[in-house]
């Protein structure tokens, strides 16, 4: 009994894998024909990926590729003849993309040694060729599925195309595959892809290797240098803008001034957010090294005398911040920050002298120290503050200072003319 039972089993368990054999071959059959019907081919191929009689057979895998493969250049020939798909261009790059991912596998199994230790490849010729002739068909899907917001899929397309070329079956192959500089831009585009997923890591990871490619650089390291800062991942936002300096402070970019006129200068994104970053962390010795760096190289750049000065000022040296901040007013005498700036720093210091002398109660006393001390202070103030709120009237740090400062000159015509407005 016990041993017909394991006879029957043994017969069902052949029987089985040469039916799983023969769906390989109808389904190989099927997407050949002139018609097929794929969904026929996919159901036969579909059990043999998962029985283990044939889920070990680079023939199961590559005829799975082939049926896929087969899909996408049917629909792909329409669409190039200016037809249209009945179900959209979707399920023709889904399809190409199964393709690649059961290739694979193919190629796996197809390079493994034989018994007698020897590897004999039967399909990594036929899938070379079919990967090179459809590379475009991968570019293209990036394109369709960013246009289609699927962002996931347009990064994870655009890695396949570029991964094919470094694929070891590639070793040696030129013909047919893309040219560095083309590489670089789907690079640069997979890049963008993963920027659109709001996943930072995946963007991080994607900016990271498309550094160093030739191709919009200055752009990927601005993009990394937001990641970072989103991340307050401090250590490589350092090393990132110390790069970005390094790398385009030469480089002239478009920018917008005072008065929001189109200009050209130098590219100053990394150095002023590095010199920022230094003063919020408390390294003025790094800030200043930096900023006496490249005011060696652009003496008459306002911009940088203004960030000096803000510099200074936060260290409470106000003498030697006004020195700098008066630097880009002769520079460029429309430059409402640094007006702004000095207006700040002497009425800052009205406010602070005022705050000393409200401990004497003598009123006499007191009066004659407001006069003496605080008053000019705040006169001192107010021509740089109106300047700078003529030349930016949308600021509201510049109408609440004069607004104060009208208060405590006891000018009430102007204090009357700017609550109104």
């Known amino acids: 009994m016990k041993k017909t039972t394991l006879t029957v089993v043994l017969l069902l368990s052949i029987i089985c894998a040469f039916g799983q054999k023969k769906a390989v071959n109808r389904a190989f059959s ?5 018609k097929p019907n794929f969904q026929e081919a996919r159901d036969n191929i579909k059990g043999a990926l998962t029985n283990p009689e044939t889920k070990d057979d680079a023939k199961t895998w590559y005829v799975a590729g082939f049926v896929e493969n087969s899909y996408f250049e049917k629909d792909n020939v329409q ?14 790059y889904d399809a190409l993309v199964k ?3 059961y290739f694979l596998q193919a190629i796996a199994l197809d390079t493994l040694p034989n018994e007698k230790g020897k590897i004999k490849p039967r399909y990594v010729k036929d899938i070379r060729k079919t990967l090179k002739q459809n590379i475009d068909g991968y570019a293209n899907a990036g394109v369709y599925y960013f246009t289609q917001k699927e962002y996931k899929k347009a990064y994870d397309v655009w890695g396949i195309y570029l991964n094919i070329p470094k694929m070891s079956i590639m070793k040696g192959e030129k013909e047919g595959l893309p040219a560095d500089s083309t590489l670089a831009i789907l690079e640069f585009n997979r890049a963008l892809a993963a920027l659109q997923t709001n996943d930072t890591t995946l963007a991080i990871k994607a900016l990271n290797e498309a550094k160093g490619n030739g191709y919009n650089q200055n752009d990927i390291y601005k993009y990394l240098v937001y990641e970072y800062e989103m991340t307050q991942d401090t250590a490589n936002l350092i090393k990132t803008l110390q790069e970005g300096e390094k790398l ?9 001034d005072e008065n929001g006129n189109t200009k050209m200068q130098k590219e100053n994104t990394y150095t002023l957010k590095l010199i920022n970053l230094y003063i919020f962390s408390g390294k003025y010795d790094e800030a200043i090294a930096t ?3 490249v005011l060696a190289d652009e003496p008459n750049n306002a911009e940088y005398w203004n960030v000096k000065g803000n510099l200074y000022e936060s260290q409470k040296k106000y003498d030697q911040s006004i020195e700098c901040f008066e630097k880009a007013i002769s520079i460029n005498p429309s430059y409402a920050d640094a007006l702004g ?3 700040r720093v002497y009425f800052n210091l009205a406010v602070q002298k005022n705050n000393e002398i409200s401990t004497i109660t003598d009123n006499a006393k007191y009066t004659e120290a407001r006069e003496k001390e605080v008053l000019p202070l705040f006169e001192k103030s107010r021509p740089y503050y109106e300047k700078a709120y003529e ?16 208060y405590n000159l006891n000018d009430a015509e102007k204090l009357k003319a700017i609550e109104g407005q």
Do not use: C
């Open 341 to 343: 700036s000095i207006g």
């Open 79 to 92: 669409k190039t003849l200016g037809m249209t798909l009945k179900d959209g261009d979707g399920p023709m």
């Open 99 to 101: 393709s690649y991912e």
């Open 391 to 406: 030349l930016k009237p949308d600021e509201p740090d510049y109408k609440y200072a004069l607004r104060n400062i009208y």
């Open 291 to 293: 900023l006496e760096s």
């Open 248 to 256: 385009f402070k030469n480089e002239m970019v478009e920018v917008k």
């Open 30 to 34: 099927e997407a050949k024909m002139e």
